[in-house]
């Protein structure tokens, strides 16, 4: 177990933005899958450019290549829809999530306001996007539960049109689960598609397709590559990848709760668990029942953990907790797990994070379920300068003008003066021609 302190810690824990690692497993599928070694940007690239000049059958083609099937029907059918089925107690789970994340979203100021008063009206219009793609990770895990947090707040927001896609299983179908909670949900439009070559659909529309004005949802690498590449073209609401876990635990943690954190979040393949501990004996403590809890975990679970574990794991011994949410801001995780003496007084100290998880009830696996706020949260250290997914994602603000003539006679020089510092002398006219008489006629 290598233990990081001070300057050392630190520099494990600054973010290079420059270049995002790629993990060595990810290039080797590449390079068997494309017979030469493509950097992830270029498998990217190639497929958004597939998709835009032949669409749907870009679409099939890299399907079947990429996820074992090549789909005839790109749009899981209204039929396959109605007809999916999954266990009653499966079932509840879906409806409480979709309740809670929904009540959580309701309370989220999201409001325009209009300043109505003597020099005129100026104020925000706030309107819904009109459509929204969702999209709903399903290359190792069916995520059914992304397809909630991410759709309820754009539903909140009042989005009319929400198109989803996903990967299908290599034997073409959507995971039921996934249909049962879109139909929950009142969408009906699903498709079997996932990776680069959905967001190039959703960014760029196809026959079967539609384009939207927005793509949300998290994904693995070649997603976020892909929402950032095509960015602009239509707008993306972060860029949530590869999830990440750091936790904050004092001597009074459990050993055993700070090891189940970590490797819940670990199972996501490619994830990074960081451990931040004021106790060396609970470092050592944590390292035991990692072990042990590994060892218990079944098949395939167990390797994508132990991946996550061995190859990107840090732990690191600060000197005090102001020292650990130092890190952690230095970090900007996704997750802040605080495993500590009371928790909760630590949040004042909390400055970069996706989502603060407080104490021992408050694990974030529950937050990724159950709990209210939507878990596609930013990873990769955008959490510096993003938010969680959100209703105010999924809105656009209309500035208002409407100020009275008495305003115009008073605040209109400046703004001509303005102008004329610009260079612009017909922003300057147009605001004097309303502030001298028209001449006379002749
Ligand atoms: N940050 C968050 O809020 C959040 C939430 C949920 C999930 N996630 C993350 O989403 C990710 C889901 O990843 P996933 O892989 O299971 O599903 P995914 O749906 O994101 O990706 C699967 C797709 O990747 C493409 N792909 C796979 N290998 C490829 C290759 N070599 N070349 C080109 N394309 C390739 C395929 O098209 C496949 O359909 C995980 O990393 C998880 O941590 C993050
Ligand atoms: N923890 C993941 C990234 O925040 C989301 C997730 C979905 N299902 C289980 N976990
Ligand atoms: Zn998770």
């Given at each position: 177990?290598?233990?990081?302190?001070?300057?050392?810690?630190?520099?494990?824990?600054?973010?290079?933005?420059?270049?995002?690692?790629?993990?060595?497993?990810?290039?080797?599928?590449?390079?068997?899958?494309?017979?030469?070694?493509?950097?992830?940007?270029?498998?990217?690239?190639?497929?958004?450019?597939?998709?835009?000049?032949?669409?749907?059958?870009?679409?099939?083609?890299?399907?079947?290549?990429?996820?074992?099937?090549?789909?005839?029907?790109?749009?899981?059918?209204?039929?396959?829809?109605?007809?999916?089925?999954?266990?009653?107690?499966?079932?509840?789970?879906?409806?409480?999530?979709?309740?809670?994340v929904?009540?959580f979203y309701?309370?989220q100021?999201?409001?325009?306001?209009?300043?109505?008063?003597?020099?005129?009206?100026?104020?925000?219009?706030?309107?819904?996007?009109?459509?929204v793609?969702v999209y709903?990770?399903?290359?190792?895990?069916?995520?059914?539960s992304t397809l909630i947090h991410t759709a309820v707040p754009a539903q909140v927001a009042?989005v009319?049109?929400?198109?989803?896609?996903?990967?299908?299983?290599?034997?073409?179908?959507?995971?039921?689960?996934?249909?049962?909670?879109?139909?929950?949900?009142?969408?009906?439009?699903?498709?079997?598609?996932?990776?680069?070559?959905?967001?190039?659909?959703?960014?760029?529309?196809?026959?079967?397709?539609?384009?939207?004005?927005k793509i949300a949802g998290p994904?693995?690498?070649?997603?976020?590559?892909?929402?950032?590449?095509?960015?602009?073209?239509?707008?993306i609401e972060s860029l949530p990848?590869?999830?990440?876990?750091?936790?904050?635990?004092?001597?009074?943690?459990?050993?055993?709760?700070?090891?189940?954190?970590?490797?819940?979040?670990?199972?996501?393949?490619?994830?990074?668990?960081?451990?931040?501990?004021?106790?060396?004996?609970?470092?050592?403590?944590?390292?035991?029942?990692?072990?042990?809890?590994?060892?218990?975990?079944?098949?395939?679970?167990?390797?994508?953990?132990?991946?996550?574990?061995?190859?990107?794991?840090?732990?690191?011994?600060?000197?005090?907790?102001?020292?650990?949410?130092?890190?952690?801001?230095?970090?900007?995780?996704e997750?802040?797990?605080?495993?500590?003496?009371?928790?909760?007084?630590?949040?004042?100290?909390?400055?970069?994070?996706g989502g603060?998880?407080?104490?021992?009830?408050?694990?974030?696996?529950?937050g990724?379920?159950?709990?209210g706020p939507s878990h596609v949260m930013p990873t990769?250290?955008?959490a510096?300068?993003m938010s969680p997914v959100n209703v105010r994602d999924f809105q656009?603000?209309?500035?208002?003008?409407?100020?009275?003539?008495?305003?115009?006679?008073?605040?209109?020089?400046?703004?001509?003066?303005?102008?004329?510092?610009?260079?612009?002398?017909?922003?300057?006219?147009?605001?004097?021609?309303?502030?001298?008489?028209?001449?006379?006629?002749?």
């Open positions: 177990m290598q233990v990081l302190q001070g300057d050392v810690a630190r520099a494990a824990l600054t973010r290079t933005f420059a270049k995002i690692p790629v993990p060595q497993s990810v290039l080797a599928r590449i390079e068997q899958t494309f017979g030469e070694p493509l950097t992830p940007e270029e498998v990217v690239s190639r497929i958004l450019a597939d998709v835009r000049a032949r669409g749907d059958d870009a679409l099939r083609d890299w399907t079947g290549r990429l996820d074992g099937h090549r789909p005839e029907a790109l749009e899981v059918s209204g039929g396959e829809l109605e007809a999916a089925q999954i266990e009653p107690e499966l079932h509840e789970a879906v409806r409480l999530a979709i309740r809670r929904r009540a309701e309370e100021p999201a409001h325009g306001f209009m300043q109505e008063g003597p020099e005129g009206t100026l104020g925000q219009l706030v309107r819904p996007l009109s459509r793609g709903v990770p399903g290359g190792l895990a069916p995520l059914v009042g009319p049109e929400i198109v989803v896609t996903t990967p299908p299983s290599r034997d073409g179908t959507v995971h039921p689960a996934i249909l049962v909670a879109a139909r929950e949900l009142g969408i009906t439009r699903v498709f079997r598609v996932g990776g680069a070559q959905a967001i190039g659909a959703l960014a760029y529309g196809t026959a079967s397709v539609p384009g939207v004005d994904g693995n690498l070649f997603v976020v590559i892909a929402k950032r590449m095509v960015f602009g073209a239509v707008g990848g590869p999830t990440e876990t750091l936790v904050v635990a004092d001597d009074s943690a459990s050993p055993r709760f700070v090891a189940a954190d970590l490797l819940a979040q670990a199972e996501h393949l490619g994830a990074e668990p960081v451990l931040v501990s004021t106790s060396r004996e609970l470092l050592i403590e944590v390292q035991t029942q990692l072990d042990a809890q590994l060892e218990a975990l079944p098949e395939p679970n167990r390797s994508w953990a132990r991946d996550s574990v061995l190859s990107r794991m840090k732990i690191v011994l600060a000197a005090d907790l102001a020292e650990a949410l130092d890190l952690s801001s230095l970090y900007a995780p997750h802040l797990c605080l495993l500590t003496r009371d928790p909760g007084r630590l949040l004042d100290g909390v400055r970069r994070a603060v998880f407080v104490g021992e009830a408050s694990m974030e696996a529950l990724d379920y159950v709990a990769g250290g955008t510096r300068f656009t603000i209309i500035s208002v003008v409407g100020v009275r003539e008495e305003t115009l006679r008073r605040i209109g020089p400046a703004a001509a003066v303005l102008a004329r510092a610009e260079g612009l002398e017909a922003h300057a006219r147009a605001i004097e021609s309303r502030l001298t008489p028209p001449p006379a006629p002749a």
